[in-house]
């Protein structure tokens, strides 16, 4: 499984952005897929995760302000980021886990400044 991911850049506070991923090759045994980002100096966190199930899980910081959407079947993730804050500036990737093994695309960056 590969993962291309797009979207990322530069904006103000207050701004929107939208993420996107797609996966290519076989998602049998897909589980689940999302986005995770790192902040410099900071380890890796969870954004958000949409399972196959459908449930969706925010992290708190974000909860309200992140939509994620997919579709399991085409393998697209996406990501609308509204109100975005200085504190969200971090490299976001895409993730996904397929027949339990964990699949990571290339980082974007999201930078948020005046």
């Known amino acids: 499984v590969q993962l291309q991911a797009s979207g990322g850049g530069l904006v103000q506070p207050g701004e929107s952005l939208r993420l996107s991923c797609a996966a290519s090759?076989?998602?049998?045994?897909?589980?689940?897929m999302g986005w995770y980002r790192q902040a410099p100096g900071k380890e890796r966190e969870l954004v958000a995760l949409?399972?196959?199930?459908?449930?969706?899980e925010y992290a708190a910081s974000v909860q309200g302000r992140f939509t994620i959407s997919g579709d399991n079947v085409k393998g697209t993730v996406y990501l609308r980021m509204n109100s975005l804050i200085p504190e969200d500036t971090a490299v976001y990737s895409c993730?996904?886990?397929?027949?339990?093994?964990?699949?990571w695309g290339q980082g974007t960056q999201v930078t948020v400044s005046s």
């Open positions: 993730y996904a886990d397929v027949g339990l093994e964990d699949y």
């Open positions: 949409i399972a196959a199930s459908g449930t969706i």
């Open positions: 090759g076989s998602m049998f045994g897909f589980n689940a």
